[in-house]
């Protein structure tokens, strides 16, 4: 079974999902992570054949991000690094071989899988599809919280990144038509990875 969550950055996809993966004893993908390690794997290596070179990456997802030998897992979360993701998730070839990866992954067993497509590209059959959302100046303070920067700063670059990601060409943000969409703003992860456990609960009845 698939658990899909998508959603704008700082909505609380990832505490959500890996919580809920806990809960539910089903395995976590975190795909931002691949478009992280992509994008920082690649930022080095220039233009063209993008596609190719993704294809080939050596990318394991885990306790720690690796890409072959290197460790990842800290430098995949900094600004520069975010937007180099959001920057490289615009390329077509590359999300294709991303998105392929993601698919065989999800082709077995039980997952929870984060992102910003799983239920409209990656898995599109998923059992069950959450459009986890919160108000741009909430996602942003809790962005801010984590990054000890001023969250007035995180909206601005947030503002960008959102624009980025759901005006693209390919597979833009968006939610699925068979989303449930929760809002979190006012909420807490605890409330709403009850909800979420609630219904896919329901769902495999
Ligand atoms: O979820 P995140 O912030 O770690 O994602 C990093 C970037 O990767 C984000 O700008 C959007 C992109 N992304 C995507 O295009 N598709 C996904 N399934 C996951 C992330």
Redesign the pocket.
Known sequence: MVVAI?GP?GAG??TVARLLAEKLNFTYL???????AAAVALDSAGEGHLGQQAANLDIRLGERVLVGDRDVTDVIRTTEA?EA??R??TVRSV?DA?VER?RKLLAEGDWVA?????GTV?CPGAELKVFLTASPEERARRRAGQLATDWRTVLRDQTL?DE??ST?EH?P?RAAVDAIEIDSTDRTVEDVVTQIAGLARTVRR
């Open positions: 998508d950055a996809k990832s975190d795909s931002g992570a691949m478009y992280r975010s993701a959001s490289i998730a999300r991303l993601q984060e992102g910003r497509d799983i990656v990144r980025q990601d693209r597979s943000l």
